[in-house]
Structure formats: C-alpha cells, structure tokens
C-alpha cells in the first residue's frame, strides 16, 4: 500500500534524466494525433484552431525541453510557458499542455538557486497572459484564473514538498552513519583497551618477576617464555581485532574472536585464567552450566578479563575467585580478589575499563557492580542475559 511517506523514495527512486527525453518525445507524439487535436489543457476560453505550423512549434516548445529539464529547471519552464501561453492563446488547446504541470513540479523539486525570484517572475509574468485573454475576448471568467494559479502554486508546493523530504532523508541518512561511526569508535577503543590493558599488564609483571630470578636460570627461562607467548597472544588478538575493520572479515575460518561481535567468547575463560594464573596471580575457576555462543558470551569474557586485569594491577599475588555460571537466559559472573589492594577494582586507573563494561551490560539489558569488599579486596559482579545465539 502507497503511504505518503514512501512518495519521496519513490519519486527519487524512478526519477531520472532517462526519463524526460522520452516523456516529452510521447507528449510530442500525441499531440500530433488528429484525434488528440484540441482535446488537451483548456485555458483562457480561447475557441478551437486547426492546427498549422505554429501549433507544431508550440508543441515542441511544451514538449522537447523536458529533456534537459533536470539540467535546467527554470529555462526548461520558461520554454514551455512560452509555448502553453501560445497553445492557448491561438486555441489549439493541444494535448502538450500536459507538460506544464511537469514542469513546475520538477522547479519546484529541483531549483536550489533563486528559488523566490523564479516564483515571483512567473507569478508576475501570469498577469499580462490574463489581461491577453481579456483583450482577445475570450469571456473566461476571474475565477478561472485564480483557480488555475493556484493549482499551479500547489503543484510547486508538492515539488518543494518533495524536495524538503529528500533533504530531510539525507540529513537522517547521515546523522545515523555519524552515530554508527562514533558508536564503532568507542566499541574499537573498549576492544582495545580490554586487549591491550590485559596483555600488557601481564607482560609487565612477569618482566619484572624476572628481573629476580637471574640466579636460577630455569625459572628465568620459564617467565620470559610466558612473556614471549603473552606478547604473541596480544598480537594475534590485535589482528583479529583490526580485522573487523576488512571488508573481507569472517570469510576465512578459525581464530580466536567471535565472527559477529568481533570479541572473544565465554568458552576462552579457561584459557584467560591460566595466562592469569601464569602471571603470578592465584585464581580460583569455578564454571557451572554448559557455555553457548550467544549475544552474551563475549561481554562475560570481558568482564572476567578486566576484573582479572585490575588484579594484577592492584592485588597482584592476592587470592581471586572466579565464579561464572551458565543459566537458561543469562550468564551470572562474579569475581572477588582478597587484600587490601584495590577499591573497586580501579585504584590508580582511569575507572574507564569499568565504566565501558557497565555500558556493555546495561545495553544488553543486564545488571553490573563493582565496590570494595567488607575486610579488604574488591568484586565484579554482573548478570548478562544471553540473548539470541552469535
């Protein structure tokens, strides 16, 4: 069904300057049928006139330039003005007169310049075609003329119309590419962040494990070579994350991050602690219920991650407790460091890792906290509904 707001799609969608030569080819066509002969547009009263040469130019006046009048609007009606006042006055009334219409709602649509001066040249230029009338006798009556003006203003007004829609849709078209460009930045620069933070942070301390084990090269050997794989892993997820960003993302199989979120999935949480675990954090891992990829999975693993991050950074050889479970519907993570290392999981940092897994959560329609604990340490706690599968 035809509503109004689908006319401007349509219109846009089947315009074109394709259409006009041929457009104004058939109305010249038809206007030379003599059966067609003076059974077009009648206006000002004028009596029938067989047609001669001068009709024929008045037809070509009406009808050839509509092929130029996506071009130019304002020439292609001042022609076909000409060539209507003329059909009319010398009563050929010819079935051309159509293309008058045509016009003026294509100005109305497309004239971007001297849109006002072009209104009031033609309004102007409307009075000495009825006072031509008069003087020829033609006895149409004043309403006739006004009624005729104004039909002409609303056809202008449904181009105007047209175009303010077209402008309109441009406008939402590209405020919705600027909001999903900001919304794609900040969910590359959480990605990032997460990555990075984690990655690095474990690298860091175990580097500086091993500035205290030069006196026993085997355990010296064991910690650079959980730097060297830390270091590896961070790359392989940088890769993975950047290759979001190319066009060809999700045609070649494995990897590591999840192909429609672009993050990792809940079922890498083992893997996540034992890199913790490798770091010189004590975690304790305890996952109930089967995991499932859902729209849920990838924000449970970031929230283990950052809560394992801030650990390592403010609780770094503190006992910490990672409890997940997988229910019907939601995913419930809780993660709890002992000690007095931290407040909320953020002392020293900029909050930002938190505050991005809040957003996260709260866009999923989940619940999130994160505080100091009673005697010391601190929690995450978060409950992510699954959403459909990824």
Not at 65 to 80: D, E, I, T
Not at 144 to 156: D, K, M, S
Not at 248 to 274: C, M
Request: charged share 20%; glycine share 10%; with cysteine.
């Amino acid at each position: 069904m035809l509503t109004l707001r689908r006319v401007p799609e349509l219109w846009r969608r089947f315009d074109g300057a394709r259409l006009y030569l041929p457009l104004g080819l058939l109305l010249f066509a038809g206007s030379l049928v003599p059966a067609l002969h003076s059974h077009g547009t009648r206006f000002g009263g004028m009596p029938d006139r067989p047609f001669d040469t001068l009709a024929v130019v008045a037809v070509a006046l009406q009808c050839l330039p509509l092929a130029a009048s996506k071009r130019w609007p304002a020439a292609c009606l001042a022609l076909v003005s000409i060539g209507f006042a003329v059909d009319q006055l010398r009563g050929y009334h010819s079935f051309a007169g159509t293309a008058l219409a045509l016009c003026v709602l294509n100005a109305g649509f497309r004239l971007e310049r001297h849109r006002r001066a072009t209104m009031l040249a033609f309004s102007v230029a409307y009075i000495p075609l009825v006072a031509a009338f008069h003087l020829l006798g033609a006895g149409e009556p004043p309403g006739e003329f006004v009624t005729f003006y104004l039909a002409l203003a609303l056809v202008w007004s449904f181009g105007a119309w047209l175009r303010s829609a077209r402008a309109a849709e441009a406008e939402r078209r590209r405020r919705v590419a600027e909001d999903t460009r900001a919304a794609e930045r900040t969910r590359l620069a959480r990605e990032l962040h997460d990555v990075v933070t984690h990655h690095v942070t474990a690298m860091v301390l175990q580097a500086e494990a091993a500035r205290y084990l030069t006196a026993r090269p085997d355990r010296l050997d064991e910690t650079l070579t959980v730097v060297t794989d830390t270091g590896r892993r961070a790359i392989a997820d940088l890769r993975e994350l950047l290759d979001v960003l190319n066009p060809d993302y999700g045609t070649t199989a494995g990897g590591t991050i999840d192909t429609v979120t672009g993050t990792p999935s809940a079922a890498r949480l083992r893997t996540l602690v034992e890199q913790t675990r490798k770091a010189g954090q004590p975690v304790e891992f305890t996952e109930q219920g089967t995991p499932a990829e859902s729209a849920g999975s990838p924000v449970a693993y970031r929230v283990v991650q950052e809560a394992l991050t801030n650990a390592l950074k403010y609780a770094h050889g503190s006992r910490t407790a990672v409890q997940v479970h997988h229910g019907e519907g939601e995913i419930t993570v809780e993660v709890s460091t002992d000690g007095t290392g931290a407040r909320s999981g953020s002392q020293g940092g900029s909050g930002r890792g938190l505050a991005g897994l809040r957003e996260r959560v709260d866009v999923l329609g989940g619940d999130f906290s994160a505080g100091s604990r009673t005697g010391g340490g601190f929690y995450v706690r978060a409950r992510i509904p699954a959403g459909s599968p990824s």
